[in-house]
């Protein structure tokens, strides 16, 4: 594991992995609920959006979002020259910040 995020009710759990997978887990029961395997590159960061439906990873220099509860892919951005470093949800969670190792900062509205 690489990076690890908690929603903020505290049941759910993500993770990303250099083995290109980011996953979901319930913890209070430690079942997975979903892997999004596939990933061209390793998750170097997620994070869970304040009302706990989506999560979002920083996937290479990519940004993927899915829905926690289906598994659906919501949305991506290709956003980076480089490799995303940290990415997280403003508090509305209306709008995505990530930064990279290209040495900028992007946030985009979904």
Not at 76 to 83: K, L
């Amino acid at each position: 594991m690489l990076t690890v995020a908690l929603s903020p009710d505290g049941r759910t759990l993500a993770s990303g992995s250099v083995d290109k997978t980011v996953r979901v887990w319930d913890i209070t029961s430690g079942q997975l609920r979903h892997s999004f395997s596939g990933q061209a590159d390793w998750a170097n960061s997620v994070a869970i959006s304040p009302e706990g439906r989506t999560v979002v990873g920083g996937i290479g220099n990519i940004t993927k979002i899915w829905d926690l509860k289906t598994g659906e892919l919501l949305h991506t951005v290709s956003n980076h020259s480089d490799d995303i470093t940290a990415v997280s949800f403003s508090l509305t969670g209306k709008s995505i910040i990530s930064s990279s190792q290209d040495k900028t900062i992007k946030i985009f509205w979904w």
